[in-house]
């Protein structure tokens, strides 16, 4: 495969890096201590242009191809912060591409210009406390009423959840099934709606993760994305990028861990020699580098497929989100293992990439999820 960056992917790259290792890494630590990150790091990026790059230039994108998508997402890995990531691809991946395909112009101006901007923080609201990864059992309602709609239900696993400005979110307008559910574009001033609280959860720290409540809602019907109860195959779309996105961090995170470690295995000496010396440790960082450059390769074979919108993407982004998850579960460990105690304690990064990590094969999809969906790609 060649390489598929050109000179101004790379310009672009060196700039997020830039940023990324003087804006975010020094910070890594306190913010997963304090449990949030200013906002004032969505307005910063948003200056940058790192929100819209593949957004409408009309709304305040930057109308690129998705290889500028990777060069970020792979770039953020250098923050040693998996929550700040996650909320950041929240804002610019998976809570606004949805409006930036089908949106009103009314709602572009409302709701996707100020996101890309970093003005207005953005959640995605699909998953809930009975229906994760089972979209098509979503209980949260929107009743017509006139010209409204009143919206009844919750929310879980919300990233950006406390405090987001709007929401891109999933409800049922129709009968049960995929059929009857619809998106829409829910301002978070509405009376009614509720952060119910923050949840505490094992890693992503900094980032917010709420459970949501919605009484009696009432939102204008001009805020429905797209068609009435065609939401379900826009949501399903709309995952194809939140799980590409995750394949690519995940390959990036996997590289930094084993960077850092070789680093360390160079200066940590034992049994008067370094580390690296031992013949286990070689062989183990070998295997490990070769599996990544796989993961890797098939993550951009996905980047490929979908940036080109000629075939749907989906086996293609299914393997990689599965393939990389899977393996970063024992890269993750392994190098953690290499630091010996270092590796236990939060204010060493491996320790804290070690539990945040986890998520991969859990969110967005678990990996069982993605071997269903590749079996019935296959046929069986």
């Avoid at 949805?98 to 996707?112: A, C, H, M, P, S």
């Avoid at 960077?259 to 490990?288: C, T």
């Avoid at 749907?312 to 579960?329: C, R």
């Amino acid at each position: 495969m060649p390489n598929p960056f050109t000179e101004e992917h790379e310009a672009f790259r060196k700039s997020v890096r830039a940023f990324v290792e003087k804006e975010m890494a020094p910070h890594s630590l306190e913010w997963d201590r304090a449990g949030i990150f200013p906002k004032e790091l969505f307005k910063k990026c948003g200056e940058l242009g790192f929100l819209g790059i593949n957004h409408d230039p009309k709304y305040g994108g930057s109308g690129l191809d998705y290889w500028y998508v990777t060069a970020f997402a792979e770039e953020l890995a250098r923050s040693y912060n998996a929550g700040v990531n996650m909320a950041l691809l929240v804002q610019s991946q998976m809570a606004t591409p949805i409006i930036n395909e089908v949106g009103t112009d009314e709602q572009k101006r409302e709701f996707l210009e100020p996101a890309l901007k970093g003005e207005k923080i953005a959640a995605l609201g699909v998953s809930e406390p009975g229906a994760g990864s089972d979209v098509a059992n979503i209980k949260t309602t929107a009743r017509r009423d006139g010209d409204d709609y009143v919206i009844n239900g919750s929310k879980m696993w919300i990233t950006n959840g406390t405090r987001a400005d709007f929401i891109t979110l999933a409800v049922r307008t129709g009968g049960a099934g995929y059929s009857g559910i619809s998106l829409v574009t829910f301002p978070t001033d509405v009376k009614g709606f509720s952060v119910s609280k923050k949840l505490d959860k094992v890693g992503n720290l900094s980032s917010d993760t709420a459970v949501l409540y919605f009484e009696d809602c009432r939102i204008p019907a001009r805020y429905v994305l797209g068609e009435e109860n065609e939401g379900f195959y826009s949501i399903m779309t709309n995952f194809q990028g939140e799980r590409l996105v995750g394949a690519i961090t995940t390959v990036a995170g996997m590289e930094r861990m084993v960077e850092d470690s070789i680093r360390y295995g160079n200066e940590r000496e034992a049994f008067g020699r370094p580390l690296l010396k031992f013949q286990v440790w070689r062989h183990k960082f070998v295997e490990h580098l070769t599996a990544i450059e796989a993961a890797k390769r098939l993550t951009y074979h996905a980047v490929d497929v979908f940036d080109r919108k000629e075939v749907p993407a989906v086996k293609e982004i299914s393997m990689a989100k599965l393939f990389a998850g899977d393996l970063a579960q024992r890269v993750a460990y392994d190098c953690q293992q290499f630091y010996g105690g270092m590796g236990y304690v939060e204010e060493t990064p491996i320790a804290r990439m070690w539990r945040d990590v986890r998520l991969i094969t859990i969110g967005g999809g678990t990996s069982e999820v993605m071997k269903e969906i590749l079996s019935k790609l296959y046929g069986f």
